[in-house]
């Protein structure tokens, strides 16, 4: 029973090109960054944050905030940018609040009316 065994299992793959599919590179988000010379996402998840208006304008100036709004979008890497701006300057506003800024409207109860 000297039978081999021609049979190749491990062909290769069929035909597949080898594609790396990177899905971390474009990130999809939903909050743009408010500064104007900036293009990326200013998600939570991914370190955005929020700030005054009036803050981001002191460091970007008017022209350089995208929007005219109560609280501006930042994206991780503007955020930092901004404190590294203010660096340096007296503590001015000693917040006591140390929660993260933004009303998000979470406090709405839910109820349901949907009884029969
Ligand atoms: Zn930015």
New binding site residues.
Partial sequence: MGFKSKARKNRGETGKVASKDKDSEVYEGQVK???IE???W?DKKIGGRKMSYNRAVEVWGVSGVSRKIGKVS??K??YRSWKKEKKGEPKQWASKSSGPLGNAPNSIPVRSFDQP
């Fill in positions: 960054c408010d500064i900036c293009d990326k200013a930042l994206c890497t503007c």
